[in-house]
């Protein structure tokens, strides 16, 4: 009697294993409560649209490890405050930088990690055209992060101002909020490029 396993079934639990797990270690070892619980507000959000629409569109298990690894970034930076990062503080002193870079790497893997995700659901979702679909990914980026930019102010000018300055992380730069926009641009167009690269290459069969 032989046993398999069906890995496409085992790979999704396995990512959200791994998700809970970095998420409980960023709760249990968090400097700031507080900012845990602002920062990870999108974090739930995020989870129950994938909840959510399961039964109605599941992605590929690609499109479901690059969303683990994002959150899992996301999730590590509320741990210590974006500005507080420890592996920021390594990635400061391995390029010599003149500040915490953690958080400009997140927003660079949000358009980076998250192309993918969104081409998928434009394209097997949504159903729109291959030359649409490939390219709202890059737009849909730059809407959502100058919607949290604005998302940002509010919480920290308006809402919890207390926790104003952890939760911006902006360490002094002023420009801070354009750069932020600038690598997730970046990250999303880096991505299309490598989409766009393989699809021209691989076998029309093969399925992403």
Known sequence: MSCTINTKKVLLPFFMLLFVIVWCNSLIGTTDIANWLIENTLTVISLLFL???YRKYRFSNLSYLLICIFLCLHV?????TYAENTFGFWLQDVFGSSRNQYDRLVH???GFLLYHPMQECFSKWLKYPPRIAILLPITLTLSVSGLYEIIEWLVADIFF????ISYLGTQGDIWDAQKDMAMAFLGAVSAFSIFLALYQYRPKTLKV
Do not use: D, L, P, R
């Open 108 to 110: 660079f893997s949000f």
């Open 161 to 164: 101002v207390e926790q104003g």
């Open 76 to 80: 590590y930076g509320s741990k210590y």
């Open 51 to 53: 909840i959510v629409s």
